[in-house]
């Protein structure tokens, strides 16, 4: 939001806060991220996953790599069902001194140049939607941003094939398990429809493809922070019959960062709804609870 008048920016917090208050998710248009560079990310994307397993495995996420890299078709464990996600992921981003890497972080990242600088973009976007999302609470345009130290912003580069749930034997109509993003919200661009998001009604909607707008939805933190004055929006990915890929950037913030309701948005009419939750420990366990041999 730098260079916008106060104006400008009150006009876009309210219309954004609506949407955080009801829906949880909107496009956002005119974001300024070139659509050349998303389509070179694309490019880049099926180059890595039409490398053979043996070459992609070299990459494996774990818990030593940060879990960025690598996930195999059926490696992560669904959040709903018995069964593994019938997709592919990769994870690039920022890490963390708090965990040691046994090698260099450059070793995740050397397929993906595009990919990179699409991750910064993305970054200064993800920094303006939470500036607008303060704002739209009532609070300093830079309030969030003492909380975020050295973010662990991540950038997910995830392929859906078509015979993917055959493969993984799924027998469930969905091919990404419904769920509420641990971060504090996410930007997201698909090449096919499949993503899926839920109303507050509970009724499931399709996500269409917008050209030259990216998707974006809030999730945990945001919510957890506003004491549920924002919500977060929970989605799936629908079995799909084509070929899909996504692009998807988690806005997050730094290790161990604790989220919970803000004692501005809290009071004797308005207890804290949700419990403290560390972003490092506690995330890291989910992690390993999904991704664990």
């Given at each position: 939001m730098a260079g916008w008048t106060l104006k400008e920016k009150t006009a876009v917090a309210a219309e954004m806060g609506d949407a955080c208050r009801h829906?949880?998710?909107?496009?956002?248009?005119?974001?300024?991220?070139?659509?050349?560079?998303?389509?070179?990310?694309?490019?880049?994307?099926?180059?890595?996953?039409?490398?053979?397993?043996?070459?992609?495995?070299?990459?494996?996420?774990?818990?030593?790599?940060?879990?960025?890299?690598?996930?195999g078709l059926g490696r992560e464990k669904s959040r709903t069902h018995s069964g593994t996600e019938a997709c592919e992921q990769y994870r690039l981003g920022n890490t963390t001194h708090e965990l040691a890497l046994p090698e260099s972080v450059d070793f995740y990242h050397e397929h993906f140049p595009k990919s990179l600088e699409l991750f910064r973009h993305l970054t200064h976007l993800g920094d303006g939607i939470l500036a607008a999302c303060a704002l739209g609470l009532g609070l300093e345009e830079d309030f969030f941003k003492g909380y975020l130290g050295r973010p662990l912003h991540r950038l997910g580069l995830n392929y859906y094939g078509a015979s993917h749930p055959s493969d993984v034997g799924s027998k469930v109509d969905y091919a990404m398990s419904p769920h509420v993003d641990l971060s504090l919200l996410t930007i997201l661009d698909q090449d096919e429809p499949g993503l899926d998001v839920r109303n507050p009604d509970g009724t499931w909607q399709e996500v269409p493809t917008v050209p030259g707008a990216l998707f974006l939805f809030l999730a945990d933190y945001v919510q957890r922070w506003s004491n549920g004055l924002y919500r977060a929006a929970p989605h799936r990915v629908t079995a799909v019959r084509c070929d899909r890929m996504s692009i998807q950037y988690k806005h997050r913030p730094d290790y161990g960062v604790v989220v919970a309701p803000l004692d501005a948005l809290t009071g004797p009419a308005d207890p804290p709804k949700y419990a403290p939750l560390n972003t490092g420990s506690e995330y890291v366990a989910v992690l390993r609870s999904l991704l664990g041999r």
């Amino acid at each position: 939001m730098a260079g916008w008048t106060l104006k400008e920016k009150t006009a876009v917090a309210a219309e954004m806060g609506d949407a955080c208050r009801h829906e949880g998710f909107f496009f956002v248009h005119d974001h300024g991220i070139p659509t050349d560079l998303i389509g070179e990310v694309y490019s880049e994307t099926q180059l890595f996953y039409r490398l053979p397993v043996e070459e992609k495995g070299k990459y494996e996420a774990s818990e030593k790599s940060q879990f960025l890299g690598y996930r195999g078709l059926g490696r992560e464990k669904s959040r709903t069902h018995s069964g593994t996600e019938a997709c592919e992921q990769y994870r690039l981003g920022n890490t963390t001194h708090e965990l040691a890497l046994p090698e260099s972080v450059d070793f995740y990242h050397e397929h993906f140049p595009k990919s990179l600088e699409l991750f910064r973009h993305l970054t200064h976007l993800g920094d303006g939607i939470l500036a607008a999302c303060a704002l739209g609470l009532g609070l300093e345009e830079d309030f969030f941003k003492g909380y975020l130290g050295r973010p662990l912003h991540r950038l997910g580069l995830n392929y859906y094939g078509a015979s993917h749930p055959s493969d993984v034997g799924s027998k469930v109509d969905y091919a990404m398990s419904p769920h509420v993003d641990l971060s504090l919200l996410t930007i997201l661009d698909q090449d096919e429809p499949g993503l899926d998001v839920r109303n507050p009604d509970g009724t499931w909607q399709e996500v269409p493809t917008v050209p030259g707008a990216l998707f974006l939805f809030l999730a945990d933190y945001v919510q957890r922070w506003s004491n549920g004055l924002y919500r977060a929006a929970p989605h799936r990915v629908t079995a799909v019959r084509c070929d899909r890929m996504s692009i998807q950037y988690k806005h997050r913030p730094d290790y161990g960062v604790v989220v919970a309701p803000l004692d501005a948005l809290t009071g004797p009419a308005d207890p804290p709804k949700y419990a403290p939750l560390n972003t490092g420990s506690e995330y890291v366990a989910v992690l390993r609870s999904l991704l664990g041999r």
